[in-house]
């Protein structure tokens, strides 16, 4: 072979690991020529340091040659060149040996992967940042709760956790439009980041909603803290298109210590203490205390009553029309949610329905409900003779997993038609959680005759993967892409990608959260295949398609 000419960089030494030859690669990526670096001691040339911890590594050639361990290729290897400079690399090494089996010499393989090493940690940033505002997103703020309930129970440490709910944000929303509360968004951002240690976890927990995580805090400092938060806020002014608006924050404070029962029990101590915080007028802080009023704490109390009103059909099922961008198509498709209306008789988002029947386990009851309903309504068109539309229901990690939810939707869908319109989908986040189970389930469906969908489709690092284990027909790409294809060329190009993706494997797109025109040009010059959202099509209450 001639290592003049190959790709990678080549360094050899004889038995005392003094160098014998570097190509031209190796000659490049070190900075040292080959005539200067001959004879020289392999540590003199290649100079190698952990890039996290910046310590030394063991030279692979010198392991050769004593014929140790590591001399495999290395995950975090940093060569520090002969100017000083760092480049990211990939290195193996052997040994070389005589025909009787003496080590004579060794061979060490490496080349440059400062670009790959770059995308990778773009890639691992993305999965565990919120896009918008920077700040943990919701999967990785869990994962630091989980870690800071397992200290604080073994009692290694104490936390207190802030949940934050902006008040009048969707005022913000209404009069000046998604860019300006995106604006506002990143703004409360910086005022969090301003008011709390580095060492301190901030996650964006939902539309309007962020969690701070606070280590070794006592509830009194946290209520301070949270209180400078809550004033901060409350003098913030948006000034946007000649409109001054203002916005505040109710905060809910709950001690975390070695008493903590669990991750769920925070929370639920997390969202009573914010709602606690609304009721006595909004923009305040309020403590959680276990022993204070039960009535102060009303959403702990929402359990029994979703799980009753799922029984005994108290529930509202709501539809948002999915439309084919391409004229012609006779595909009529929509997309089912539950909504439940609360004590001033207002409906109750099904962001947050979701949210407080996942917390509290009763998840499971509300698919139930939804599903049953939904095979009602298609059975009741299929008498009438009616054409029968395609449903898109979400399925919850929860209900896949549990087998009597399973075994309840394979006994109902009995008839090929019912089947052919019923699109079950579940998300990536739920995928995850177990994937096995969800696979086994999903291919059932399918040989049943349903249809298939894949939603919030580009959230996660894991969405390719997927493709490869279920067998989907629907692409549901996520909501917090679609918003920002206008403004943002990488989330466009995610939403090409994806796109052009679908059409290759012959599995349409939907893109959700199409709530402006300009999103929607964008949308239909990318080539979706449909669209969703509040500029196509508001939700509806699904008699509206028992009347058609």
């Given at each position: 072979?001639n290592?003049?000419?190959?790709?990678?960089?080549?360094?050899?030494?004889?038995?005392?690991?003094?160098?014998?030859?570097?190509?031209?690669?190796?000659?490049?990526?070190?900075?040292?020529?080959?005539?200067?670096?001959?004879?020289?001691?392999?540590?003199d040339?290649?100079?190698?340091?952990?890039?996290?911890?910046?310590?030394?590594?063991?030279?692979?050639?010198?392991n050769?040659?004593q014929?140790?361990?590591?001399?495999?290729?290395?995950?975090?290897?940093?060569?520090?060149?002969?100017?000083?400079?760092?480049?990211?690399?990939?290195?193996?090494?052997g040994?070389?040996?005589?025909?009787?089996?003496?080590?004579?010499?060794?061979?060490?393989?490496?080349?440059?992967?400062?670009?790959?090493?770059?995308?990778?940690?773009?890639?691992?940033?993305?999965?565990?940042?919120?896009?918008?505002?920077?700040?943990?997103?919701?999967?990785?703020?869990?994962?630091?709760?989980?870690?800071?309930v397992?200290?604080?129970?073994?009692?290694?440490?104490?936390?207190?956790?802030?949940?934050?709910?902006?008040?009048?944000?969707?005022?913000?929303n209404?009069?000046?439009?998604?860019?300006?509360?995106?604006?506002?968004?990143?703004?409360?951002?910086?005022?969090?980041?301003?008011?709390?240690?580095?060492?301190?976890?901030i996650?964006?927990?939902?539309?309007?909603?962020?969690?701070?995580?606070?280590?070794?805090?006592?509830?009194?400092?946290?209520?301070?803290?949270?209180?400078?938060?809550?004033?901060?806020?409350?003098?913030?002014?948006?000034?946007?298109?000649?409109?001054?608006?203002?916005?505040?924050?109710?905060?809910?404070?709950?001690?975390?210590?070695?008493?903590?029962?669990s991750?769920?029990?925070?929370?639920?101590?997390?969202?009573?203490?914010?709602?606690?915080?609304?009721?006595?007028?909004r923009d305040?802080?309020?403590l959680?205390e276990?022993?204070?009023?039960?009535?102060?704490?009303?959403?702990?109390?929402?359990?029994?009553?979703i799980?009753?009103?799922?029984?005994?059909?108290?529930?509202?099922?709501?539809?948002?029309?999915?439309?084919?961008?391409?004229?012609?198509?006779?595909?009529?498709?929509?997309?089912?949610?539950?909504?439940?209306?609360?004590?001033?008789?207002?409906?109750?988002?099904?962001?947050?329905?979701?949210?407080?029947?996942?917390?509290?386990?009763?998840?499971?009851?509300?698919?139930?409900?939804?599903?049953?309903?939904?095979?009602?309504?298609?059975?009741?068109?299929?008498?009438?003779?009616q054409?029968?539309?395609?449903?898109?229901?979400?399925?919850?990690?929860?209900?896949?997993?549990?087998?009597?939810?399973?075994?309840?939707?394979?006994?109902?869908?009995?008839?090929?038609?019912?089947?052919?319109?019923?699109?079950?989908?579940?998300?990536?986040?739920?995928?995850?959680?177990?994937?096995?189970?969800?696979?086994?389930?999903?291919?059932?469906?399918?040989?049943?005759?349903c249809?298939?969908?894949?939603?919030?489709?580009?959230?996660?690092?894991?969405?390719?993967?997927?493709?490869?284990?279920?067998?989907?027909?629907f692409?549901?790409?996520?909501?917090?892409?679609?918003g920002?294809?206008?403004?943002?060329?990488?989330?466009?190009?995610?939403?090409?990608?994806?796109?052009?993706?679908?059409?290759?494997?012959?599995?349409?797109?939907?893109?959700?959260?199409?709530?402006?025109?300009?999103?929607?040009?964008?949308?239909?010059?990318?080539?979706?295949?449909?669209?969703?959202?509040?500029?196509?099509?508001?939700?509806?209450?699904?008699?509206?398609?028992?009347?058609?």
């Amino acid at each position: 072979m001639n290592l003049q000419s190959i790709g990678d960089a080549v360094i050899t030494t004889d038995a005392a690991g003094r160098i014998e030859y570097l190509n031209p690669v190796a000659e490049k990526l070190t900075g040292w020529a080959h005539d200067e670096a001959r004879g020289r001691l392999v540590a003199d040339v290649l100079n190698l340091v952990n890039e996290i911890t910046r310590d030394p590594i063991d030279n692979p050639l010198l392991n050769a040659l004593q014929r140790q361990e590591g001399g495999g290729a290395g995950d975090h290897s940093v060569l520090i060149t002969r100017g000083g400079q760092e480049v990211a690399i990939q290195e193996c090494a052997g040994s070389i040996c005589d025909t009787q089996g003496r080590v004579i010499g060794t061979v060490v393989v490496f080349h440059d992967v400062t670009k790959e090493r770059r995308l990778k940690r773009a890639l691992s940033y993305q999965a565990r940042h919120d896009p918008l505002t920077g700040l943990l997103n919701s999967r990785e703020f869990d994962n630091r709760l989980i870690a800071a309930v397992s200290g604080a129970q073994s009692g290694e440490t104490s936390y207190a956790l802030l949940y934050l709910d902006l008040d009048r944000f969707k005022v913000i929303n209404d009069t000046c439009g998604h860019h300006a509360g995106d604006h506002v968004l990143r703004d409360v951002t910086a005022v969090l980041q301003a008011r709390v240690r580095a060492s301190d976890a901030i996650g964006r927990l939902g539309g309007d909603e962020f969690g701070v995580l606070l280590e070794r805090c006592t509830p009194e400092q946290a209520t301070h803290i949270a209180d400078g938060i809550r004033q901060a806020i409350r003098d913030y002014r948006l000034e946007w298109s000649g409109t001054r608006l203002s916005i505040g924050a109710s905060i809910g404070v709950v001690e975390i210590g070695a008493s903590t029962e669990s991750v769920a029990a925070v929370m639920r101590a997390a969202d009573a203490a914010c709602y606690a915080a609304k009721d006595d007028g909004r923009d305040r802080v309020h403590l959680y205390e276990a022993a204070g009023d039960p009535a102060r704490y009303r959403e702990t109390q929402w359990a029994p009553r979703i799980e009753r009103a799922a029984q005994k059909n108290w529930l509202e099922l709501f539809l948002q029309p999915i439309l084919p961008v391409a004229a012609g198509s006779q595909t009529t498709f929509y997309e089912l949610s539950a909504r439940l209306r609360d004590d001033d008789n207002r409906l109750v988002s099904p962001a947050e329905l979701i949210r407080t029947s996942d917390r509290h386990n009763v998840l499971v009851s509300v698919d139930r409900w939804i599903v049953s309903r939904t095979l009602e309504l298609l059975e009741e068109r299929r008498q009438r003779s009616q054409a029968l539309p395609l449903l898109a229901v979400s399925l919850s990690a929860a209900s896949v997993n549990e087998r009597t939810f399973s075994d309840f939707i394979l006994q109902n869908i009995t008839q090929p038609d019912i089947a052919a319109a019923l699109c079950f989908e579940v998300t990536e986040s739920e995928v995850a959680r177990s994937l096995a189970n969800t696979t086994a389930f999903m291919r059932e469906l399918k040989s049943r005759g349903c249809r298939l969908g894949l939603n919030d489709f580009g959230s996660g690092l894991g969405s390719l993967s997927y493709l490869k284990s279920l067998p989907v027909d629907f692409l549901r790409i996520d909501g917090s892409l679609v918003g920002h294809v206008v403004q943002h060329p990488v989330d466009r190009g995610l939403v090409e990608a994806i796109s052009r993706i679908g059409k290759s494997l012959g599995i349409a797109t939907v893109a959700k959260g199409v709530d402006n025109d300009e999103v929607m040009r964008e949308i239909a010059g990318i080539g979706v295949d449909f669209v969703q959202g509040q500029v196509v099509a508001s939700c509806v209450p699904a008699v509206e398609l028992a009347r058609t």
